[in-house]
């Protein structure tokens, strides 16, 4: 999988729309275990995030939010 298709994903798991899918596990291809995301203007993300099957968020602080990535198998 290239560095490109990885954006693409993390792209797709951030679509505030709604759409969702195999973003999560799409993600655990390239040993991704933890999601970050920093202070600032991307706050709108967090309840996406939060909604994401496959993300348990893990802590909050300083306005950066850390999920974990559920490992689940189909």
């Given at each position: 999988?290239?560095?490109?298709?990885?954006?693409?994903?993390?792209?797709?798991?951030?679509?505030?729309?709604?759409?969702?899918?195999?973003?999560?596990?799409?993600?655990?291809?390239?040993?991704v275990r933890?999601?970050?995301?920093?202070?600032?203007?991307?706050?709108?993300?967090?309840?996406?995030?939060?909604?994401?099957p496959g993300?348990r968020r893990?802590?909050?602080?300083?306005?950066?939010?850390?999920?974990?990535?559920?490992?689940?198998?189909?």
């Amino acid at each position: 999988m290239s560095q490109h298709h990885a954006g693409r994903v993390v792209e797709r798991l951030t679509d505030i729309s709604g759409r969702g899918g195999d973003e999560v596990t799409a993600l655990t291809g390239y040993w991704v275990r933890y999601v970050l995301l920093s202070s600032g203007p991307s706050a709108d993300l967090i309840p996406v995030l939060d909604g994401a099957p496959g993300l348990r968020r893990l802590s909050s602080a300083g306005g950066e939010v850390l999920w974990s990535i559920s490992w689940v198998t189909t």
